[in-house]
């Protein structure tokens, strides 16, 4: 299993980011992948998460109506597109599945996403 993600930065209160998601080394179109958060001492949470088909998608209330995930899996990629974002939503990001994390523990590196002024 390999998951790399990408995208993230600075970027002020109110601006967007699109954080990018590659997998490998296992079939990713078989899987649910969701985005994960982790906040400086805070637990990692669920932010989003969007079934092997994309027909089924699930947001934290944190982030409704402000982030779109989405999938591509001739490319083996899921996506976050994050808009009008707040300085709590500061954190490094992640991109998984639940079936990987259990089987495996498996986590990639995360990127880090700083909304400041």
């Known amino acids: 299993v390999q998951l790399v993600e990408s995208g993230g930065g600075l970027v002020q209160p109110g601006g967007s980011l699109k954080l990018s998601c590659a997998a490998s080394r296992f079939t990713f179109s078989n899987y649910e992948m969701s985005w994960y958060r982790q906040a400086p001492g805070k637990a990692r949470e669920l932010v989003a998460s969007i079934t092997s088909t994309g027909g089924r998608i699930n947001y934290a209330d944190s982030v409704k109506g402000r982030f779109t995930i989405s999938r591509d899996n001739a490319k083996n990629t899921v996506y976050l597109q994050m808009n009008s974002l707040k300085p709590e939503d500061t954190a490094v990001y992640y991109c998984?599945?639940?079936?990987?994390?259990?089987?495996?523990?498996?986590w990639g590196q995360g990127t880090q996403v700083t909304v400041s002024s």
């Open positions: 998984n599945s639940a079936t990987i994390v259990a089987l495996y523990g498996y």
